[in-house]
């Protein structure tokens, strides 16, 4: 069964990754400047990320300290396996936030792999720049010493 603590970490979950999707596009929005700076944006989104797995451990603490039956219930309720009909209110409003919580995840996901992809391209461009500027006969550049 779904107990007031479940329900509250389902909606910290859901807040949590609201916040771990604005850094991404933070970062992602940095990612396509020419002068990246992702200053903190990491390690906040990294500790956003460390309270989302408390919440997951809270809540799978929760489920163990039910009966199977109960637990089955909740997890199927989660994973949207039940037709909505057949849920309880708070059932239906968990399943909604189970929703959002891996929309929100998805979108995360995406503009995080767009962000990698955006730094490696500039990473390769400032390794192309860096060898063709070390090159012998190249005379503009910091290695040369005439």
Do not use: W
């Not at 916040?19 to 400047?33: R, S, W």
């Not at 990473?123 to 860096?130: A, T």
């Amino acid at each position: 069964m779904l107990t007031k603590d479940i329900l509250e970490c389902l909606e910290q979950k859901r807040i949590l990754m609201e916040q771990i999707l604005n850094i991404t596009k933070q970062m992602e929005v940095q990612a396509m400047e020419e002068s990246i700076h992702l200053g903190d944006l990491l390690d906040q989104r990294g500790l956003l990320m460390q309270r989302v797995d408390k919440c997951n451990l809270l809540i799978q603490s929760r489920l163990e300290e039910q009966n199977p039956q109960d637990q089955e219930r909740v997890r199927a309720v989660l994973a949207q396996q039940i037709p909505e009909e057949n849920c309880t209110p708070d059932e239906r409003h968990a399943m909604l936030l189970s929703l959002e919580i891996t929309r929100l995840f998805d979108q995360a996901a995406a503009l995080n792999r767009s962000a990698l992809d955006l730094l490696h391209v500039q990473y390769e461009d400032v390794k192309k720049n860096l060898a063709d500027s070390k090159e012998p006969g190249n005379q503009n550049n910091m290695f040369s010493f005439r």
